[in-house]
């Protein structure tokens, strides 16, 4: 009967008479079976390692460029005998070269890979000499591990393991913190000013090259790479700058952290595994000691923080920040110098490209929407915020894109939104602790919240990153007094007029209530990192434009309706229209009228945008607090161009005198 443990109807099995008793009913298999058929479910072939270390030892294969040893056996290598080098060898010979303290004139001893890795490591191949034991110090005894050009997934599991703050977040990406600095610290720019440099560069007011000397610049670069070579380990980024093959530039990134290597792993161009085996020398390097600061008592020093520049010997050492933008942005400076010694124009600027190969550039400030405007779905991004314009057209300097994050929303902004994923480093951010969701609007650690991801992750991003001539100019200034149309079209004269002037008003405070605009007028839109004076780029784009006849446009992503606090901010999706207008040509047949003071031309309609927002007046309810507003932005502007009234842009007295006449007239 049912439960009493008798049922063999079909032989599986039987209880004991022992089930009788009570006690567990002993399980007979089916009649017939052999042993070897017990278990059915693990019957996996043969294992190849016989012990625990052996099986982790099979887990990962070895891979170019990023794994220690290329040729088997991982012995260590000795000195170097009569056998050339193999590219493992060079490229530590390199970096030690790169490290050489320059007092002691020697370079630290390296090894490759992670000290903690059981794996086994080559070391630079070292000359035993014999010194004087006065000249013996711990580091010159120790040995350094090299990480080279690590892959993401590598730098994650460093920056998890020995970074404090690092976070895997809910859609992959690495969430990391980069310390007291929340943003640049222009004050703690330093140029060496040498004899070269002197006469070449920009000095003075106005002007951000604040000048160093090279004894200085060399106490913060031993300094730096002191630092560097007491760590048991630092990571080294080789990797390129500028798509246009003719002109590109190889850099290494010497820094403490794998947040470092992964952003700028992120934000240079990537060199293939056959790029890096060739990669030899670098044309610039950078020491980055992050968190340690330089000594106020330096000649030159005004705080802990130092960023340094020597162009003469292709160097820049960061001491006393560890935000990851002062690289990205050091290096732009240097292509600044450069790119125009080979008459390239260097740009601070967005670039894409629509279907029917037409470039656009995207001038503005920080904040007013290059990366946002210039990552458009229906067309194809070249890069967002730095490029070069050459004879033969455009070309991105960077491999990356590094987007503000604040109120990031999937809805407005799908394509960056979808970007922060595994690989993306996001800097500052806030999280819950749990789901490890990014919450975009907390500005608890900064308002400067960033993301920094290849720019592949966008998807209609053009690869490479180079493109034609542009025919579209589009400068953007966030105006948060309210003035300024959402959009007006730009004569040659007017177009270097702004792009010297280079305005934008963000709001001052992020605290409660109502804050006045500051205006802000930084030449080029970018003076923070030019090198020349702003007005050899002024000619250079006038020249260029003209050549090309491209088309200036001036574009107001701030405020319409009243100033920051009785007005609100123009919506993305009207700029966007805005734009989508200037790219599709339709603006340039439309109908205009002309502005009072500034004398822009205002078109009458744009496709999308309501009209009564396209005269600012109208958007205004008080006319008289308007035209007070309009004033003293004209005032400001005119303030701000002084400086320049008694230089000559190119060779042209006659475009200077128009430049000039086009400002604000009142
Ligand atoms: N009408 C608008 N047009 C453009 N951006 C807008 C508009 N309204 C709000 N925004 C927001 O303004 C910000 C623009 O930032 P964006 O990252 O594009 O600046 P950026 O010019 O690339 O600056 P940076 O050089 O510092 O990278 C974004 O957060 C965007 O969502
Ligand atoms: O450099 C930064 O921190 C961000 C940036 O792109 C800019 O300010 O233009
Ligand atoms: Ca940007
Ligand atoms: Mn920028």
């Known amino acids: 009967m049912a439960g009493n443990g008798n049922e063999n109807a079909d032989g599986d099995f039987s209880f004991s008479a022992a089930a009788a008793r009570d006690a567990l009913p002993r399980i007979t298999t089916e009649k017939g079976a052999k042993s070897a058929d017990v278990c059915h479910d693990d019957t996996a072939p043969r294992v190849n390692f016989q012990t ?29 005998g009569p056998t050339t080098p193999s590219s493992g060898e060079t490229m530590l010979q390199s970096v030690s ?47 350094t591990h090299i990480l080279h050009n690590l892959s993401p997934a590598e730098l994650y599991e460093q920056a998890i393991k020995y970074e404090k703050g690092s976070f895997v977040t809910s859609t992959g990406a690495l969430a990391t913190l980069s310390g007291a600095k929340t943003g640049r610290s222009p ?73 470092h290597s992964l ?56 001491l006393g920040t560890q935000y990851a933008g002062e690289m990205k942005k050091g290096l732009f400076g240097v292509m600044h110098y450069l790119m125009p010694k080979r008459k390239i124009l260097s740009l601070h600027s967005g670039c894409n490209m629509g279907k029917e190969g037409d470039v656009a550039l995207f001038f503005g400030l920080s904040g007013t929407g290059k990366t946002t405007l210039s990552t458009d779905h229906n067309r194809y991004l070249i890069g967002d915020d730095e490029h070069c314009w050459s004879d033969a057209g455009v070309s991105n300097i960077e491999g990356g894109c590094y987007a503000k994050c604040i109120d ?95 305005y934008t008003a963000l709001v001052a405070g992020t605290e409660e209530g109502v ?74 047949n439309a109908t205009y009228h002309k502005t009072e003071i500034f004398g822009l031309e205002i078109p009458n309609e744009v496709e999308g945008v309501p009209s009564e927002i396209l005269e600012p007046m ?18 400001l502007f005119r303030n701000n161009f002084e400086t320049f009234t008694s230089h000559k842009i190119g060779d042209d007295g006659k475009l200077t005198e128009e430049i000039l006449a086009a400002g604000p007239n009142f």
């Open 52 to 80: 625990i270390d052996e099986l982790h030892s099979l887990q990962k294969k070895r891979s170019a460029p990023t794994t220690p040893l290329k040729e088997g056996g991982g012995v260590v290598m000795g000195t170097s």
């Open 97 to 143: 070269a790169s490290l050489a303290s320059l007092t002691r004139e020697t370079g630290p001893k390296l090894i490759r890979g992670d000290p903690t890795s059981a794996a086994k490591v080559a070391h630079v191949p070292h000359t035993p000499t014999s010194v004087p034991a006065a000249d013996v110090s711990d580091s010159g005894l120790k040995f």
């Open 187 to 259: 004050k703690d720019k330093r140029v060496v000013k040498d004899e070269t440099t002197a006469s070449e560069l920009w000095w003075g007011k106005g002007s951000p090259n604040i000048e160093m000397d090279e004894q200085t610049f060399l106490v913060n670069r031993e300094r730096a790479v002191d630092y560097l070579n007491s760590l048991d380990k630092v990571f080294v980024n080789d990797q390129y700058l500028n798509w246009d093959p003719e002109n590109r530039i190889k850099v290494r990134i010497v820094s403490a952290r794998a947040y």
């Open 263 to 318: 952003f700028m792993h992120n934000m240079c161009i990537r060199p293939t595994p056959e790029e890096l085996e060739n990669f030899g020398t670098p044309d610039f390097t950078i020491y980055n000691a992050g968190k340690f600061p330089c000594n106020r008592y330096t000649h030159y020093m005004t705080s802990s923080t130092s960023v340094d520049i020597n162009l003469g010997r292709r160097e820049m050492v960061i």
């Open 408 to 502: 990031l929303s999937r809805e407005k902004e799908p394509d960056i939104w979808n970007a922060i994923k595994f690989g993306t480093v996001l800097e500052n951010v806030v999280f819950d602790e749990h789901t490890r969701e990014v919450d975009y609007n907390d500005k608890s650690v900064t308002e400067n919240t960033r993301a920094a991801y290849p720019i592949e992750y966008i998807p209609n991003s053009k690869i490479p990153c180079v493109g034609p001539h542009p025919k579209n100019v589009i400068l953007l200034a966030c105006d948060a007094f309210g003035v300024l149309p959402p959009i007006s079209k730009l004569d040659l004269a007017q177009t270097m007029y702004h792009f010297i002037s280079g």
């Open 515 to 588: 804050k006045e605009p500051r205006a802000t007028f930084s030449a080029c839109f970018g003076a923070a990192f030019i090198m020349l004076h702003p007005t050899k780029y002024a000619a250079m784009l006038a020249e260029k434009m003209q050549a090309q006849g491209a088309t200036g446009w001036l574009v107001n992503t701030g405020w319409s309706g009243g100033s920051y606090g009785a007005g609100s901010r123009i919506k993305l999706a009207y700029t966007r229209k805005i734009i989508d207008a200037i790219h599709s040509g339709s603006l340039l």
């Open 618 to 635: 109208n958007a205004w309810e008080d006319k008289e607090a308007y035209k007070d507003t309009l004033l003293k932005l004209a005032g």
